[in-house]
C-alpha cells in the first residue's frame, strides 16, 4: 500500500499480496468481470421481466420495421 492510502484510512496495509491474491481467485477474481447473485454463482442472463414487453413507437418486440 503506498504512503497516500496509508494516511486516507490511517493504518498501514501489512496483508501478504499472495493470500489477497488467491482469495480473491477463490471467489471469482479481483473485480470479477461477471455478475455474480447473493450466493457467489455467476448470473449468465438479466431476470426475465414479469410483464410482457409493450410495443414502441416503431412497431411491437421484435419487428424489423419492413412490415414483412
Same mark, same amino acid.
Given at each position: 500500500? #503506498?504512503?497516500?492510502?496509508?494516511?486516507? =484510512?490511517?493504518? *498501514?496495509?501489512?496483508? +501478504?499480496?499472495?493470500a489477497t491474491?488467491?482469495?480473491?481467485?477463490?471467489?471469482?477474481? @479481483?473485480?470479477? *468481470?461477471?455478475?455474480? +447473485?447473493? =450466493?457467489?454463482? *455467476?448470473?449468465?442472463?438479466?431476470?426475465?421481466p414479469d =410483464?410482457?414487453?409493450? *410495443? @414502441?413507437?416503431?412497431? =411491437?418486440?421484435?419487428?424489423?420495421g419492413t412490415? #414483412?
Amino acid at each position: 500500500m #503506498s504512503e497516500r492510502d496509508e494516511a486516507a =484510512t490511517g493504518r *498501514p496495509d501489512d496483508r +501478504d499480496p499472495r493470500a489477497t491474491r488467491e482469495a480473491e481467485e477463490a471467489h471469482g477474481g @479481483s473485480m470479477a *468481470p461477471g455478475l455474480v +447473485d447473493d =450466493t457467489g454463482h *455467476p448470473v449468465t442472463e438479466p431476470p426475465a421481466p414479469d =410483464t410482457a414487453p409493450e *410495443p @414502441s413507437a416503431m412497431g =411491437t418486440p421484435g419487428e424489423d420495421g419492413t412490415g #414483412s
